[in-house]
């Protein structure tokens, strides 16, 4: 009374569980990547030179307050690009400070144009000042 089945393991496999899916499914990409894949190089070749280790603290320092990595730092140093620090939080709270200043100063002015134009000026001067220190920050 013994009934052989003919199925195979893979009939078998997928009854057990449905939600196997099965290999020859659609694929998205059939040609696959129309652009090839371009490999960077970066920059490969080491340079070495020697300083003090007072040198080379100081080149971290100021290479960590322009948010650079040292040898970023140290090339464009050498050739001459612009490298600007950035804030800290006091220079940033001396920043907005400044802009408060003129701003209340040129108002201050504003008051008196009808009544003292030669106070006024004076006022005016001040927020000038102020405001090309404020420029100064910006370079």
């Given at each position: 009374?013994?009934?052989?089945?003919n199925i195979s393991e893979t009939e078998?496999?997928?009854?057990?569980?449905?939600?196997?899916?099965?290999?020859?499914?659609?694929?998205?990409?059939?040609?696959?990547?129309?652009?090839?894949?371009?490999?960077?190089?970066?920059?490969?070749?080491?340079?070495?030179?020697?300083?003090?280790?007072?040198?080379?603290?100081?080149?971290?320092?100021?290479?960590?307050?322009?948010?650079?990595?040292?040898?970023?730092?140290?090339?464009?140093?050498?050739?001459?690009?612009?490298?600007?620090?950035?804030?800290?939080?006091?220079?940033?709270?001396?920043?907005?400070?400044?802009?408060?200043?003129?701003?209340?100063?040129?108002?201050?002015?504003?008051?008196?144009?009808?009544?003292?134009?030669?106070?006024?000026?004076?006022?005016?001067?001040?927020?000038?000042?102020?405001?090309?220190?404020?420029?100064?920050?910006?370079?």
């Open positions: 009374m013994g009934v052989v089945l078998l496999s997928m009854g057990r569980n449905s939600r196997c899916v099965s290999v020859d499914t659609f694929s998205f990409a059939p040609e696959g990547r129309k652009e090839k894949k371009r490999v960077f190089k970066g920059k490969g070749d080491l340079v070495k030179f020697r300083c003090s280790v007072y040198e080379k603290k100081l080149l971290n320092i100021k290479a960590a307050r322009s948010g650079l990595t040292l040898s970023e730092y140290i090339r464009r140093s050498l050739f001459e690009q612009e490298i600007t620090e950035r804030f800290t939080e006091e220079h940033i709270e001396l920043y907005k400070m400044l802009i408060k200043y003129h701003n209340n100063f040129k108002s201050i002015g504003n008051m008196f144009k009808k009544r003292n134009p030669k106070l006024m000026e004076e006022v005016h001067a001040l927020a000038n000042d102020i405001k090309a220190h404020l420029n100064k920050f910006q370079l």
